[in-house]
């Protein structure tokens, strides 16, 4: 759009491309904005004890180590990445002894025994306890009841995994949250009738479920402005296809997109391959023609050493390997070392209370953390994540809703505000 609207406003433009001028600026001032954002979650002790225990095991050592059929690594990281999603999903594997089971032995010991008092072992949830199992699950939680109390906003949440979308319409039953659903089992005859009550405005509908796989294309669900996707895809395509169900033709609201990681994990390093294009269309090339029958291993073993590597004390890996210049003085990379200094000034700042007149030790600090981000260079390109802002501190987000729901489990923030603007 930007070539014939400069053209166009050229003392020599003829009145043709004047004319495409003003068509392309006013199709571009129809265009809301959009922030995407990627929110970097830590692990809760439960999800970060599995973890351990499962890269940590013989079968994925044995992976590392020697020659191993393209479906049974990928098999591994389909684990860890439901892991990272919730304990749920692993406990449901182990319960059923199917082969992702593989690499979970003994793990039983690691699961609260009351989350699991109903029928036959299953996950009851009681009081809502069973959100705080999961780092992204609870950032999730807190999103959406701040959302449903301060806004009139809808929010699709996107997910690669029925097994996920079912834990997020358990959420919204014990909210009473409406919600409507769609995934592989939904009928064509079926699909557009969820669309268009969504983008009713009349009806009460809040949270839009959506299988990647299912819904991915072709939707248009322009009655949400927000979007979660809650795990990554190893195709980016994908996950770009999903992002753009609600920043389409029609949306008259800003737009925010949120890309959950759980920080350190297999999820930052799919994402990683994400941005980076070597190596993955050969992973995209294997998927697609059925790993069974492949014989090679697109994965090197250095790459299999990093895949089942945890950095469990980091901020964000992403951001660490960046080699951030403008992030090297506003804070650190290590969560631990993070929480220590932050510990001691809370119990410094408890001190000065009596003297602290006028509320300014506490102003300070909050202009302290402000100062521990970087804001966005220029326009950049969804991979050029250097130049996007960067947060360590929820205060400096562009987003107040994600501000107030941030709870301590956001550990790292990424912002990119694409506007529509005239030129």
């Given amino acids: 759009m930007k070539t014939p609207i400069i053209c166009g406003r050229e003392p020599t433009s003829s009145e043709e491309e004047k004319k495409l001028a003003a068509e392309r600026s006013s199709e571009l001032s129809a265009i809301v904005n959009q922030i995407v954002e990627v929110v970097c979650c830590k692990l809760t002790p439960l999800q970060s004890e599995l973890y351990n225990h499962f890269i940590h095991s013989k079968?994925?050592?044995?992976?590392?180590?020697?020659?191993?059929?393209?479906?049974?690594?990928?098999?591994?990281?389909?684990?860890?990445?439901?892991?990272?999603?919730?304990?749920?999903?692993?406990?449901?594997?182990?319960?059923?002894?199917?082969?992702g089971t593989t690499g979970f032995e003994d793990c039983m010991r690691f699961f609260p025994p009351e989350m699991f008092s109903g029928r036959s072992g299953s996950w009851t949830g009681g009081d809502g306890a069973w959100v705080e199992l999961s780092g992204k699950m609870h950032v999730l939680a807190r999103l959406l009841a701040h959302l449903r109390q301060r806004t009139d906003d809808r929010i699709v949440l996107v997910s690669n995994y029925t097994q996920t979308l079912d834990l997020f319409a358990q959420l919204c039953r014990e909210r009473r949250y409406p919600y409507l659903r769609l995934d592989g089992t939904t009928s064509i005859s079926k699909r557009q009738k969820l669309v268009n009550r969504f983008n009713d405005s009349t009806k009460d509908e809040f949270v839009f479920l959506l299988s990647s796989k299912a819904g991915g294309c072709g939707l248009n669900l322009i009655g949400g402005n927000r979007l979660v996707l809650f795990d990554p895809d190893w195709n980016p395509a994908n996950d770009k296809q999903a992002a753009a169900r609600v920043w389409r033709d029609g949306q008259k609201k800003r737009v925010y997109i949120y890309r959950f990681l759980s920080t350190g994990t297999i999820e930052e390093k799919v994402y990683q391959r994400q941005m980076s294009k070597e190596g993955l269309q050969k992973v995209i090339q294997q998927e697609q023609v059925d790993s069974v029958?492949?014989?090679?291993?697109?994965?090197?073993?250095?790459?299999?050493?990093?895949?089942?590597?945890?950095?469990?004390?980091?901020?964000?890996?992403?951001?660490?390997?960046?080699?951030?210049?403008?992030?090297?003085?506003?804070?650190?990379?290590?969560?631990?070392?993070?929480?220590?200094?932050?510990?001691?000034?809370?119990?410094?700042?408890?001190?000065?209370?009596?003297?602290?007149?006028?509320?300014?030790?506490?102003?300070?600090?909050?202009?302290?953390?402000?100062?521990?981000?970087?804001?966005?260079?220029?326009?950049?390109l969804e991979e050029d994540l250097v130049s996007w802002g960067h947060h360590f501190h929820s205060e400096s987000v562009p987003d107040s809703i994600l501000q107030a729901s941030a709870g301590g489990h956001i550990c790292f923030h990424q912002s990119s505000r694409w506007e529509a603007c005239s030129y």
């Fill in 59 to 99: 079968n994925v050592k044995k992976v590392i180590t020697e020659e191993t059929k393209q479906t049974k690594i990928l098999a591994y990281i389909t684990a860890l990445k439901k892991l990272c999603n919730h304990p749920k999903l692993i406990y449901d594997t182990i319960k059923s002894g199917s082969p």
């Fill in 293 to 380: 029958k492949g014989q090679g291993n697109v994965f090197s073993t250095e790459d299999l050493r990093d895949l089942f590597t945890f950095y469990d004390n980091v901020r964000s890996e992403i951001h660490g390997k960046m080699n951030c210049n403008r992030c090297k003085n506003d804070g650190s990379e290590n969560i631990g070392e993070q929480e220590r200094c932050e510990s001691e000034n809370g119990s410094y700042g408890s001190d000065q209370e009596v003297f602290d007149i006028g509320g300014f030790a506490g102003i300070a600090g909050c202009l302290d953390k402000l100062k521990s981000s970087e804001k966005q260079v220029g326009s950049p």
